[in-house]
């Protein structure tokens, strides 16, 4: 008799896990079916042919526009920047300062040479001097762009320490170092004779430096996961690669063409096993923009133009990987002032670096047309003017080539810019990793930004949360109440304004519509841990925040609601309502 009552239990508990296994298949099936396909075929797309290159960045057809661009004041102003950048000055020879390392490197590091003067050999010369061999079709270029691959492929390391297209320090390094090679390939490949045409081809074709860094494991990130800063570097140059050499002569097809369908798969899992759809990484903003700055968005672009395949427009998940940065600054005094939550915040904003470079010249080709606008009103109003000051103009203070090589390609020169409050959503969230950002505006340093972690998440460095409201407001910052765990009602508005419950219960609204007289408004349940104007409605403690430099409006009880000049508060079915009245 107990064995079967057992056995009854088993199965009954078997029946009850099938059946919420088929209600949330379902519900995943319902999820899937209003999402639209992911990667999108390009309209118009042409395959490039064997040997037809460029293709990663740019194809055949775009050369008249850009060498058009290049005769006018912006353009030259781009190359001036990437010749200096090439030699130190004026990018007709090669380099004359190269890393002294060689080999093997016993420890990890960027190394002496990291901040040298610009002009030392980088991973990125190479298509440097393909780009300049592209506009002038001059063979000296190619000539130059071949001695620089030389160089490459007998172990010269790039001027931090960490990255060598041969012996890099790890496959995180392995990844761009291989994807940068390979856009040099791309870009020189017109110049260069038949049989290095081929030796380069095999070199990435067949590119094995020790454990997890084949080309094989790169394209399909077998170090670490998504959720590490390791793995978009990894993916995002794996893709360039096999991009690159696919169909050349030469190329063993049977070894690429299952690594094609891989890297979409790869490409995807970093925008959803890492990323989420509003821009947030587990391990947080610094070592989020490594997972994408450096390779992984010109990958995508490199998707959309070789493969046919468009990453970007379908869904919000590799846009918020740019859009995030403008979203969360306040500009202060010339300083991008940026909320870092988690791991290596030294790398938000460094724009002289790798980890933190190209927030423009590579944002631009990861976001949508109307985004670009936004981006471009960024830039224009807070960082162009110092930028054209150091002479890099344009997005250009890295001192690796492809970041102008970027800078020319990308930018969006036919585009009129838009205040981003007219193109950008101004409440946003990542609905993986319970991130929620609301501002009202894009003006000045008066600008308000409010933010909040409701997740504690990870990878391989944690990027823990409290929950607490960030709040920059008026040129003030102040940390107001704590939302936790899963939100399980979210109701944004188009000025930035939103209503959101977490799942025990606390409420959050944020109005930016003014109806309170106050500029910006918050409402929180409970008394929270922040000062306030605190009353109680419906047996239930609200607390007030008002963000204005005029007089603080008094909430009124009234009833069932609290009435704030002409903005309303109730709670209804558990939440927080904002009305009118």
Not at 53 to 78: N, Q, V
Not at 260 to 272: A, C, D, F, G, Y
Not at 281 to 297: A, K, L, W, Y
Not at 506 to 532: E, H, N, P, Q, R
């Amino acid at each position: 008799m107990y064995r079967e009552r057992c056995s009854m239990k088993s199965r009954l508990t078997m029946i009850f896990l099938l059946v919420i296994c088929c209600a949330c298949f379902l519900r995943c099936t319902e999820l899937w079916a209003e999402q639209p396909p992911w990667p999108a075929n390009v309209k118009g797309w042409k395959a490039p042919g064997p040997g037809e290159h460029p293709r990663l960045l740019f194809r055949k057809s775009d050369l008249p526009r850009l060498r058009e661009l290049a005769t006018t004041t912006e353009g030259k102003a781009i190359i001036a920047r990437l010749r200096k950048l090439l030699n130190g000055s004026d990018g007709e020879s090669m380099p004359t300062a190269f890393n002294p390392n060689r080999g093997k490197q016993s420890k990890d590091g960027s190394g002496s040479t990291a901040d040298a003067p610009v002009g030392m050999y980088t991973f990125s010369h190479t298509a440097g001097y393909g780009f300049l061999y592209q506009l002038t079709g001059e063979k000296k270029y190619a000539q130059l762009g071949r001695e620089s691959m030389e160089k490459a492929m007998d172990g010269y390391r790039d001027r931090d320490n960490r990255y060598s297209f041969k012996w890099p320090y790890g496959a995180l390094r392995s990844g761009p170092s291989l994807g940068f090679t390979a856009l040099g390939y791309d870009l020189c490949y017109d110049g260069w004779d038949e049989d290095f045409r081929r030796k380069v081809a095999s070199a990435i074709q067949n590119y094995n430096e020790g454990r997890n860094m084949s080309l094989e494991e790169l394209v399909r990130g077998s170090r670490h996961m998504p959720a590490s800063n390791h793995w978009g570097m990894q993916v995002g140059g794996g893709a360039m690669a096999v991009l690159a050499i696919m169909n050349d002569p030469g190329v063993d097809m049977k070894k690429i063409e299952p690594l094609l369908e891989v890297s979409q798969k790869s490409m995807i899992r970093n925008m959803t096993e890492g990323f989420g759809d509003g821009g947030w990484f587990p391990e947080g903003d610094g070592t989020g923009s490594m997972s994408s700055q450096i390779v992984f968005i010109p990958a995508l672009q490199a998707w959309k133009l070789a493969g046919g395949k468009d990453f970007i427009t379908p869904r919000p998940n590799a846009q918020w990987m740019t859009l995030k940065w403008i979203f969360l600054t306040i500009p202060r005094k010339g300083k991008m002032d940026f909320p870092s939550r988690g791991a290596y915040p030294h790398n938000v904003w460094d724009r002289d670096g790798i980890s933190g470079g190209g927030y423009f010249s590579e944002g631009f080709a990861g976001v949508t047309d109307e985004q670009r606008a936004g981006l471009l009103w960024f830039y224009n109003r807070h960082l162009k003017d110092a930028d054209a000051k150091t002479g890099t103009p344009f997005d250009t203070p890295s001192p690796y080539p492809h970041h102008a090589i970027l800078a020319f390609v990308n930018w969006p020169w036919e585009i009129q810019e838009r205040n981003p409050a007219d193109v950008i959503p101004r409440a946003v969230r990542d609905s993986k990793h319970g991130f929620y950002m609301f501002r009202n505006r894009w003006q000045d340093e008066n600008d308000i930004v409010i933010s909040v972690q409701t997740k504690r998440t990870r990878g391989w460095h944690k990027a823990n949360s409290d929950g607490g409201v960030e709040v920059w407001a008026l040129g003030k910052k102040q940390k107001w109440g704590t939302v936790k765990g899963d939100v399980k009602y979210f109701q944004p508005a188009a000025d930035g304004s939103a209503v959101l419950t977490a799942s025990d219960g606390t409420c959050l609204a944020v109005d930016f519509s003014k109806a309170s007289g106050a500029g910006g408004m918050l409402v929180m349940t409970g008394l929270g841990t922040g000062s306030g104007t605190r009353v109680t409605v419906a047996d239930t403690a609200l607390n007030f925040l008002f963000l204005t430099t005029d007089a603080v409006p008094t909430p009124i009880v009234k009833g069932d609601r609290v009435l704030i000049g002409e903005q309303t508060v109730r709670i209804q079915d558990g939440n927080l309502i904002l009305g009118q009245f």
